[in-house]
């Protein structure tokens, strides 16, 4: 009976349609189709309040990225070529190769002092595999993994982690989603799962 008298508010999103204001989210693909390319224009977009792709609404916070793949030099070389990446020094954040393995508490409470000092509501980890030591194909390891981020849904922060398809799966012409690599209950401990494929120059997300 209380349960179905309780008033709760309309869903609110980081990205319209696409990810929850608090939601924890996974973009997978082939090595090399352009996932991190995509995500920093999402970062700046929602570190700017721009819609996405001119087509989706963002709800604006400041942006932290983990990165574990590039290294700062590269960061720059490619956070130079985004339209008015110079209004987004303060609004951006990053930690680069900085060995966080976020399956440990002290790591954790890193990133959240970080989003905490600097307003920070959205978090993209690239990639996954770089943030943990758990076995991804064991669901029950990796369900603890995405559980030890439930206090960043209390907060109305929003996490987005990289990910990558299984190699011999690239061109499967099937579900996108059940190329992803690891267990495939991933999808089920999250509240957003996009792929990513990349035809005639052009992004497909499922």
Do not use: Y
């Amino acid at each position: 009976g209380e349960l179905l008298q309780k008033d709760f508010s309309e869903e609110m999103w980081r990205v319209e349609n696409i990810l929850p204001i608090a939601g924890r989210g996974i973009i997978s693909g082939v090595a090399g189709v352009g996932k991190s390319w995509f995500l920093a224009e999402l970062a700046r977009c929602i570190a700017l309040g721009a819609s996405f792709l001119g087509k989706f609404a963002v709800s604006q916070t400041n942006v932290l990225i983990v990165d574990e793949d590039m290294g700062l030099r590269e960061l720059q070389r490619r956070w130079k070529k985004l339209p008015a990446a110079n209004k987004l020094h303060d609004r951006i954040f990053f930690l680069s190769l900085a060995d966080l393995r976020l399956d440990s508490d002290g790591a954790i409470a890193r990133i959240e002092k970080a989003a905490e000092e600097n307003g920070i509501g959205f978090i993209i980890i690239d990639p996954l595999i770089g943030a943990h030591t758990h076995d991804e194909n064991d669901a029950v390891e990796m369900r603890k993994f995405f559980n030890r981020f439930s206090g960043f849904k209390v907060k109305n922060i929003s996490l987005l982690f990289a990910h990558h398809h299984r190699k011999q799966q690239a061109n499967a012409k099937k579900n996108l989603l059940e190329g992803m690599r690891g267990s495939s209950g991933i999808p089920a401990d999250i509240e957003s799962a996009l792929a990513m494929e990349e035809v005639q120059d052009a992004w497909i997300l499922t």
